[in-house]
């Protein structure tokens, strides 16, 4: 099937007792059990429920995986991946990473003896140069948030395969509908359902994809055994949200791209970054790796006073975190999302103070033009 098809029905019957068509919400802890050691599979709400694995196989069928284990959140879902692996392995990771990720890995797993290194993942001999006999796992953003760096999925896989490293891809920003990395070799999607999955900007969530028999085996045990699961409620929601993620998608993408070709022809754009553009320097590489470009666009105003206009004045986009609802969002990534992130290295990676995220949403591209260029030119 094609995938707006998969979108709407993959994982999902109607209700065999009353022939409802939508996927019911099972808000229940518990299930009766007819007698001893005989129970109709079900016993638990944290091991079992039914709206959570409907949204599971509905997930792994975008992902071209054959299991999808959902959790609380993006971070719940990174952490669970982390079982893995044992005290004394090491992980080689994209440099420019969520921050979120980076804090949960530096700043938490160190102490518990795993070791990190942060690479530019976009040059693979970087890659091949960070690996030694305790790397067990090569965690992959592409394209990074907020710069748009891409790494060459196909490239690392091979790589990983040559010293049996697993590979993990985190498909936050391009959604399975523009870039499935199980279908390049990658052995595990890890997504923030938060953002393009949800798309609505009201459910935390996270999703951990794999055809690997073993590895679902040991995440759907954390996810039991750490017990990170999501609510039968955010299920349904993400399952509802997933049926347009097609439709959506098609909307960010083109919006995205007649921004970026506007801000491209306007003065006050001192560096523009997206993938989508002739201009961006792995534009043939997201070309080959994805089928769209995503509705993420930075932008460098180089200038401050500019910058604190703009992000003042705009009236469609709202200045907010994260990304990927219907709505767009702007955000200003030195102060927000990489404020931990010292200053000297910020600017190193490009995120100078005069640089903004925009999460473009899926209002009419005109409307959003025009909030553009009346806030930066007030
Ligand atoms: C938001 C985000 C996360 C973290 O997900 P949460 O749902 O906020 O826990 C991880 N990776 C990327 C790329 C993100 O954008």
Redesign the pocket.
């Known amino acids: 099937m094609g995938f707006a098809t998969d979108a709407i029905h993959a994982g999902q019957q109607s209700d065999p007792t009353t022939g409802a068509v939508m996927t019911p919400i099972y808000m229940t802890t518990t299930y009766e059990q007819e007698e001893l050691h005989k129970h109709k599979g079900f016993e638990y709400g944290r091991t079992h429920n039914l709206t959570r694995a409907a949204l599971e196989s509905n997930v792994a069928a975008l992902e071209k995986a054959k299991y999808g284990i959902a959790f609380?959140?993006?971070?719940?879902?990174?952490q669970a991946l982390l079982s893995l692996v044992k005290a004394g392995d090491h992980i080689v990771v994209s440099d420019n990473?969520?921050g979120?990720?980076y804090r949960l890995f530096e700043k938490y797993w160190t102490d518990y003896n795993l070791s990190f290194s942060w690479v530019d993942t976009s040059d693979l001999q970087n890659i091949k140069d960070a690996i030694n006999e305790n790397t067990k796992l090569l965690y992959l953003?592409t394209p990074t948030?907020p710069m748009l760096n891409l790494t060459d999925i196909s490239g690392t896989v091979e790589i990983a395969k040559q010293y049996g490293i697993k590979t993990i891809v985190?498909n936050?920003?391009m959604t399975p509908y523009f870039q499935r990395p199980i279908e390049l070799g990658v052995d595990i999607v890890?997504?923030?359902?938060?953002?393009y999955l949800n798309g609505h900007s009201d459910v935390?969530?996270?999703m951990v994809l794999t055809n690997d028999e073993a590895i679902q085996e040991r995440i759907r045990y954390i996810q039991n055994a750490a017990g990170a699961v999501p609510s039968p409620f955010d299920c349904w929601l993400t399952l509802r949200a997933t049926k347009t993620l097609a439709v959506r998608m098609k909307q960010h993408n083109e919006n995205a791209i007649q921004i970026a070709e506007f801000l491209k022809t306007q003065d006050f754009t001192h560096k523009l970054y997206y993938p989508g553009l002739n201009e961006h320097p792995q534009h043939e590489l997201a070309q080959e790796q994805m089928s769209g470009f995503g509705g993420i666009i930075s932008l460098d105003f180089g200038n401050m006073e500019l910058t604190k206009k703009f992000l003042k004045s705009v009236k469609v986009f709202t200045l907010a975190e994260?990304?990927?609802g219907v709505e767009s969002l702007l955000c200003h990534p030195a102060s927000m999302t990489h404020a931990a992130v010292p200053k000297e290295d910020r600017d190193k990676m490009g995120i100078t103070d005069s640089l903004v995220r925009l999460s473009v949403g899926i209002e009419d591209a005109e409307d959003l033009i025009d909030d553009i260029k009346l806030a930066a030119r007030m």
């Open positions: 609380a959140s993006g971070l719940a879902s990174i990473v969520y979120g990720t953003e948030n985190d936050t920003f890890v997504h923030s359902s938060t953002k935390i969530g996270g994260s990304l990927g």
